[in-house]
């Protein structure tokens, strides 16, 4: 390309940002590329509860864009941190340098977390902070001189992200096909616990299937709890359709983990910061693993932001145990950017000073009742809810799975709702300011999607 022909974008910016001059080259992930050109779904503004789109329409959204905008859209406080800091200083390589943000985000976050899970490692997505995690449990069992636990365990239906690691321990069969031949090699997967023949309908945590965990035992057994260096868990499963673990179920695992000195990860990139009706899903089940992980609403999706939060001992082995120099060799171009910082703290700063994790829990009840409402509507199975997430189940058309969930889907964004549909399942999990008419709103265009969709 010549330097004339870059198009003079200070002119046209406004034009571009509501009609782009062309879809052909952005290759969308995670997208149906082909049929998302034909029949394009634009957003080109965001405010509190709601998207604009292209055609000048307000979208509520009741997913929070994608699990992460956990305060609502553009909020002022968030924004304008960004931009002061942008102002100040754009960036600061986070190798042998600092600058004061990033440790005082970490500060910030080890305060929120429970028992000595206070060290902060940061990257820039949930995928990033799942592989961060993987790659430190290894180094903590070299240092430890324990190093043939390198196996890990991850979950049936599990999503961990999209690199290598989070790949190669989650267990979504679609995403792990096209890559499989160079997947991690040492993984194992217990089973999930979804489970509609015991657990259909069930408002909040499912009462049958805590004894699944017991597998966890099997692998122990076949292959040595020698061998295992961590088992990672999503606390509540989301991509894969909102699977809330049985009561007792996570409980289960940590005891198992506890017998056999295993680390447990919960990947909380989704659950974290109020989503479940608690700060963390950790507090709010009320068991405690030895990293988290987190992305999303760490900077309310502001700036890409990823951490892995450990135990003091894991760091100490690291760090403490190790000669001088660099403890671990890993790390981000962008790790605790600037902006990402800034972000951050500012979107704490919101939680806190609005209550929102508080008010996720106190709308819980009504959240659930709407979740619920849908009960009896054409082709659902089930429905569940946890915290500020809810699921609908519909039954897959024979032949046609996935289908019937991306017509209601579209459905739904047609008349001013956005959801997410995964496989058949219709996903909630709108921003904590939601407010009691705009559920009532999300629940009547469901109702009435399910009612068109067939
Ligand atoms: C539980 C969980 N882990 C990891 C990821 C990956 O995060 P990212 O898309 O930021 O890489 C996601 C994304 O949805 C997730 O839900």
Known sequence: MTVTSIPDTASSAQTARVAPPSLDELWMPFTANRAFKRAPRMLVAAKDMHYTTADGRQVLDATAGMWC????????????AIREQAGVMDYAPPFQMGHPL??????????MLPG?????????SGSEAVDTALKIALAYWQAKGEPQRVRFI???????????????????????????????????HLPHTHDLARNAYTRGQPQHGAELANVLEELVAKHGAHTIAAVIIEPVAGSTGVLIPPKGYLERVREICDAHGILLIFDEVI?????????FATEKFNV????????????????????VCARHRIYDTVVNGASAGIELFHGYTYSGHPLAAAAGLATLDVYRSEGLFERAASLESYWEDAVHSLRGSPNVIDLRNIGLVGAIELDPRPGAPGTRGFETFVKCFEAGVLVRSTADTIALSPPLI??????????EVLGRALRTVG
């Open 271 to 279: 659950t974290g910061f109020g989503r479940v009706g608690a700060s």
């Open 434 to 443: 939601v407010e009691r008419n705009q559920i009532d709103q999300m629940f």
């Open 116 to 124: 000595d899970i206070d060290h902060v490692f940061f990257g820039n």
């Open 154 to 188: 991850g979950r049936s239906r599990a999503y961990h992200g999209v690199g290598f690691g989070g790949t190669s321990v989650g267990g979504i069969e679609a995403n792990r096909k096209q890559f499989a031949a160079q997947l991690l090699p040492v993984v194992d």
């Open 288 to 307: 405690i693993p030895d990293m988290i992980t987190l992305a999303k609403g760490i900077t309310n999706a502001t700036v890409p932001m990823g951490a």
């Open 69 to 80: 905008v956990n305060a609502g859209h553009c909020r002022e406080p968030i924004t304008a």
């Open 102 to 111: 990033a440790f005082e985000l970490a500060q910030q976050l080890a305060r």
